[in-house]
């Protein structure tokens, strides 16, 4: 579905990824796992063309994704939802959700992108009318991948999606996560600790320093005493 | 008259705010509408510069409001729809008003298509640099193309007729102006008013608002933030041109002095000074600043000393404008203090 293949990035003539592959399939689970400063966000940011290649390719349903602006990746199905509070703040959280059913027209009906995206995080319902800075981090979270969610697309890409939430809240985030794979959407999650790799993952990347260090099963990093001491939390 | 105090910039929350609003605004219609009946001709003359300065800063507003970008630079757009005034009445003798305020729309778009497709591509300073730029270049093209243009002295604006049925005749220059004219003038500002009342309520002004907020993360929602951005820039410069088309017949003359950057300087004044944050903030900033001018000039010659000591006032303790103080809200429109965090600040 998604495939990195020898990707480099530099910014300011410093080299951030150094020939990243990786690659996702349909209905897969994908965690890239690194220590801050790895080259996940990077990695996640130059798959959504927000970064530009000086090597390698990014194909994404067989489509080379190079020189494609941001907007219109958005609009060939790849949600993400970056790190931080990313939501608009000066938009309800309603309108949060509603305005990617507007920026990518077509597919499921924008009524039912809307039901999916709530269905994930129920909670959200409750505050659509709220203004998106009177909500928790955890909320914030759970609204940014929900607004991802109802652009309908055919992959996800989370960026650290419980960095930072209350243990109260991881719950509530992973069983929407699992909900989401349920639909049938395949996920690519940056995580910085192996800890919170959720149980459906089906595959695992291991980066450190611009580099892919492990590609494999997530037993089986458990096994590899040398790539957990750097990403062992 | 002074326009309502809906401060709102999600429809959505307003909902409680709204009824006081909506009082205020119905208010304000009706004094538009007896004040003929009751207020002097001179006061008179001084609302129709003001439903003009009305059109251009609702759409002004769109720019710098709701999508979050400065123009120095647009009373190149109002000076496009003066100029459309007097060029159609002495030239083409056009006589149809309506027909005129639709060049002067037309006019505004071609020119402003290309002027912004550049503009757009720059954010911040870099923008509002290019766009006063680009005035000045106006400006020194209406100068010097005198054949064309007039120069310094410009054009005058010949007779017209609305609706086809009203006109002014010899010698009644005032009571056209201060009758038909005034309603006229009056009528076009509500109209467009509602327009934009939609248009800023619209997805297409949900995402100039994401825009606003954070461009990058808007581009992840799959909305182009450069086309979007165009859009915004060519509908506010249709609303100046049309702003701009009202006031040719009200001074009867136009001239370069209408596209100098002093005069892009002072739409930008009203807008801060009504507030940018509210839909009908920049409207109130037209009202005061109209008349407030008018009086200080009638005191002292220096309105430009005491304006500015205002607007220092109006930055440094109310960044929302009138319309924020009106409305009470007790700190700053919650985005307005999140965008001078360091987060959401990455240029496209």
């Known amino acids: ?233 | 008259m002074a326009g309502p105090a809906v401060a709102q910039t999600s429809p959505r929350a307003g909902a409680r705010a709204f009824a006081p609003g909506a009082w205020v605004l119905a208010l304000a219609v009706l004094a538009v509408l007896v004040a003929p009946l009751v207020v002097s001709p001179y006061y008179l003359t001084k609302m129709l510069p003001f439903f003009a300065y009305g059109v251009v800063l609702l759409g002004l507003n769109l720019l710098v409001g709701y999508t979050g970008l400065l123009s120095f630079g647009h009373a190149l757009f109002l000076g496009v729809g003066a100029y459309t005034v007097s060029v159609a009445t002495t030239r083409l003798e056009i006589r149809s008003f309506e027909v005129i305020l639709l060049l002067a729309a037309l006019t505004a778009a071609i020119v402003a298509a290309p002027i912004g497709a550049l503009c757009v591509r720059y954010v911040k300073i870099y923008f509002g640099m290019l766009t006063l730029a680009f005035g000045m270049l106006f400006y020194s093209f209406l100068i010097k193309f005198y054949a064309v243009t007039g120069g310094d002295q410009g054009l005058r604006v010949a007779q017209h007729s609305l609706l086809g049925l009203f006109e002014a005749r010899s010698g009644e220059r005032v009571r056209f102006l201060t009758g038909q004219f005034y309603y006229y003038a009056a009528a076009v500002l509500a109209i467009l008013a509602l327009v934009m009342w939609r248009i800023v309520r619209s997805p297409f002004g949900l995402c100039l608002r994401s825009i606003r907020d954070n461009p990058e993360k808007a581009e992840y929602l799959g909305v182009s933030v450069r086309r979007h951005r165009w859009y915004a820039f060519m509908l506010s410069a249709v609303y100046a041109g049309i702003g701009g088309a009202l006031l040719g017949p009200v001074t009867g003359q136009v001239d370069p002095t209408l596209v100098y950057w002093t005069h892009s300087g002072n739409l930008v004044f009203m807008v801060l000074l009504g507030g940018f944050t509210s839909f009908f903030g920049p409207l109130l900033g037209a009202f005061v600043f109209i008349f407030l001018q008018d009086q200080i000039m009638s005191v002292v010659p220096y309105w430009r000393l005491v304006f500015g000591a205002i607007l220092a006032a109006i930055v440094i303790f109310a960044p929302t404008g009138l319309m924020g103080l009106l409305s009470q809200r007790p700190t700053l429109p919650r985005w307005a203090v999140l965008r001078q965090a360091p987060g959401p600040e990455h240029a496209n």
């Open chain 1, 1 to 233: 579905m998604l495939t990195l293949r020898d990707v480099d990035v530099s910014i300011q003539a410093s080299e951030i990824l150094r020939r990243v592959s990786l690659e996702v399939g349909e209905r897969e689970v994908v965690c890239l796992v690194g220590r801050n400063g790895a080259g996940k966000t990077t990695t996640l940011r130059a798959i959504m063309g927000y970064l530009r290649l000086r090597a390698g390719t990014i194909e994404f349903l067989g489509r080379n994704l190079a020189g494609l602006p941001t907007h219109q990746i958005a609009n060939l199905g790849i949600g993400y939802a970056p790190e931080g509070s990313a939501i608009f703040p000066d938009l309800t959280v309603g309108e949060n959700v509603e305005i990617s059913t507007w920026t990518r027209p077509g597919g499921r009906p924008a009524p039912e992108r809307v039901d999916l995206a709530y269905a994930t995080f129920p909670v959200l319902r409750t505050y659509a009318r709220r203004k998106g800075t009177q909500m928790s981090g955890g909320e914030r979270k759970m609204l940014s991948i929900a607004r991802a969610l109802a652009l309908d697309p055919r992959m996800l890409l989370l960026d650290e999606p419980f960095e930072g939430l209350s243990p109260a809240i991881i719950p509530a985030v992973s069983r929407g996560i699992a909900t989401i794979t349920e639909a049938g959407h395949a996920i690519l999650m940056a995580e910085s600790n192996i800890h919170h790799v959720p149980e459906i993952a089906t595959r695992l990347y291991v980066i450190e320093r611009g580099e892919i260090i492990f590609a494999g099963r997530p037993a089986d990093v458990r096994r590899d005493p040398a790539v957990l001491r750097i990403i062992g939390g």
